[in-house]
């Protein structure tokens, strides 16, 4: 079994509006060691810590991932942040003309 390969914010980290790179500041971040379904590198509960994040920069750059899962690209487009549901549109939209080409292709 598969395990996750987050960072996750702890408690700490929450608490921050402005917080550290992940993986920077122990205080604010843990390595994430949970089991996850083959094929998936995140767990549920760090995607939605992370989406959640009250640092707009943390959320930006999980809109940003280009395997960010679905169900947290979703969130994300509808984020109060405009840059932060903009870049989750971004990457909705390279991933939608990437299955568009792999169809093309087969
Ligand atoms: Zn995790």
Known sequence: MPRCRSWR?????LQTPQSSAPGTDRRQWRRCRA?????????AE??????EHPDVEVRRMVAMEVDVSRQ???????DPDA???ACAAQT???RDAEGGARVGQD
Do not use: D
């Open 92 to 94: 909705a939209g390279a």
């Open 46 to 51: 760090c995607a939605r810590a992370l989406v």
């Open 72 to 78: 947290a690209l979703e969130v994300l487009l509808c």
């Open 35 to 43: 089991k996850v379904e083959p094929g998936q590198v995140r767990c």
């Open 9 to 13: 914010p702890t408690r700490v980290g």
């Open 83 to 85: 840059l932060v549901a």
